[in-house]
DNA sequence: GTTGTGACATTAT
DNA sequence: CATAATGCCACAA
């Protein structure tokens, strides 16, 4: 079961369209298991490489990049991101005026 | 078995 | 804005 679960969290990140995020609670309940964010973390550090999954564009809550500031993976993301047209600024995703997070949130359907 | 930690979230203070 | 308290669950010691 356990891995099942993973496996519906990599789909998931998979299917976040290029340039739009996504947040660690938005997945898990996309993916069917509400208030397990942890999970979802998990299941992204534990994600083999050949999945090339869009790991960047998953955020912790209100667009903020989960790793610490300064760190590798941090920048990692921020670059990411950026090369994917997006503004980050101060370890979060700055949103252009818009009013909610919500709507630069990947909202399937 | 228990405990502490962690790619988290939400609510309250 | 920042902390703290909970809830959540996988994993390592």
């Not at 964010?37 to 903020?64: C, I, T």
């Not at 370890?91 to 399937?108: I, Y």
Request: hydrophobic share 45%.
């Amino acid at each position: 079961m356990r891995a099942e679960a993973l496996e519906i969290i990599w789909r998931t990140v998979v299917a976040i369209p290029r340039g739009e995020i996504a947040t660690y609670g938005g997945i898990a309940r996309r993916a069917g298991m509400p208030g397990r964010a942890r999970l979802v973390g998990h299941a992204l550090k534990a994600a083999p490489a050949g999945l090339e999954l869009p790991w960047h564009r998953v955020l912790g809550a209100g667009g903020r990049i989960a790793f610490p500031k300064g760190s590798r993976l941090y920048a990692e993301q921020a670059r990411r991101l950026r090369a994917e047209g997006l503004e980050v600024v101060d370890g979060r995703v700055r949103n252009s005026g818009a009013p909610d997070l919500d709507m630069l949130l990947w909202k399937p359907q």
